[in-house]
């Protein structure tokens, strides 16, 4: 019954690869997020999604795109993946709207080789 | 931009002992939260502070918040080994984004 879920936990690629990551929520919430924690545990907001609707969507590279197929749903794919996208990507979700109460993933720790 | 700063980013303290963790922020907010982070493991959401004065406890975990100095606290009473964790405060404004502290990790020496 687990409330955010993820998918993969580990992931490890090669520099130039393409990955996905997969996230679900069970709880309602209208309000989907992809944050990512580098090695210092700094936590930082890439994308955000309200009722499959692009919220926010921060400076990110254009490698990486979301895909919101409903609002329980929310996939975040890496296009020619490099060293430097190695971290903790967390997704997480929250009721009504963007700014409230995040719940969050158990996280998919990506390491690019 | 909204900026969110802890202090301090590590802190090593006995069991039994009392400490205070800061939350500054740059920026009116409408809500801070606190949440916990194990090693390796996902965010735990600890408190909602909604409103200045704000006072929330569960254990040996109080938390409170001053709108008017832009400062929340996360006061650690007598503190057990279990504590130990990396905790975050985020803070949001007009309801965008949360904007996440650095963090501070707490480690608790028997």
Not at chain 1, 92 to 110: D, H, I, K, N, Y
Not at chain 2, 25 to 50: A, I, M
Not at chain 2, 95 to 101: A, D, M, R, S
Request: proline share 4%; net charge neutral.
């Amino acid at each position: 019954d687990t409330a955010v879920s993820q998918t993969p936990k580990y992931l490890v690629t090669q520099m130039g690869n393409d990955k996905s990551i997969k996230c679900e929520q069970n709880l309602g919430h209208d309000t989907m997020y992809w944050y990512k924690q580098d090695s210092k545990k700094f936590l930082k907001i890439m994308f955000s999604y309200n009722n499959k609707e692009l919220i926010i969507n921060e400076t990110v590279p254009n490698r990486f795109s979301p895909k919101s197929p409903d609002k329980a749903h929310l996939n975040l794919h890496i296009n020619s993946l490099e060293l430097g996208d190695s971290a903790v990507y967390f997704c997480a979700s929250s009721p009504l709207r963007v700014g409230t109460e995040a719940f969050f993933g158990q996280g998919t720790r990506l390491t690019v080789v | 931009e909204l900026k969110v700063e802890q202090n301090p980013l590590f802190l090593s303290m006995q069991e039994g002992k009392n400490y205070t963790i800061y939350c500054n922020y740059s920026t009116t907010s409408d809500r801070l939260y606190w949440y916990r982070q194990d090693p390796g493991k996902s965010l735990e959401s600890l408190f909602v502070l909604l409103s200045n004065g704000a006072v929330k406890q569960e254990g040996r975990l109080m938390a409170s918040l001053d709108t008017t100095a832009r400062l929340s606290t996360l006061h650690i009473t007598a503190a057990v080994h279990d504590l130990s964790a990396t905790y975050f405060c985020a803070v949001s404004q007009d309801l965008e984004k949360l904007t996440f502290g650095t963090g501070t990790r707490l480690t608790i020496i028997p």
